[in-house]
């Protein structure tokens, strides 16, 4: 099994800034893409990026290209989303997954990830 535990959500004034992290414990070689997804009120859940096993091939949805960045590091089972330029749209749970099926894909699918974290709340008031 793996375990995944989001962190750094919070409260942020449109416009700021936001680092939310995702640490993986257990069977965490099993895992190698990782993504992150988002979740508003009303709303579908949303992909928001991808980050492969190597950290050299990185996707975003485009409501958040230029904007958020995924980074990992393997040597500590972790995965940051660092996101600027925040907008009140932007607020949701936010979600990492993790998954295990090989090491090549980067999926944006949510059907497609194995593990889920229990998300962390990001707000952007205006």
């Known amino acids: 099994q793996v375990q995944l535990v989001e962190s750094g959500g919070g409260l942020v004034q449109a416009g700021g800034s936001l680092s939310v992290s995702c640490a993986a414990s257990?069977?965490?070689?099993?895992?190698?893409?990782k993504g992150w997804f988002r979740h508003a009120p009303g709303k579908e859940r949303e992909f928001v990026a991808v980050i492969n096993w190597s950290g050299s091939n990185k996707y975003y949805a485009d409501s958040v290209k230029g904007r958020f960045t995924i980074s990992r590091d393997n040597a500590k089972n972790t995965v940051i989303l660092q996101m600027n330029g925040l907008k009140p749209e932007d607020t949701a749970t936010y979600y990492c997954?993790?998954?295990?099926?090989?090491?090549?894909?980067?999926?944006?699918?949510?059907?497609?990830?194995?593990?889920w974290g229990q998300g962390t709340q990001v707000t952007v008031s205006s």
């Open positions: 257990g069977r965490t070689f099993s895992t190698y893409a």
């Open positions: 997954a993790a998954f295990s099926r090989n090491i090549y894909d980067t999926p944006t699918g949510a059907n497609e990830y194995d593990y």
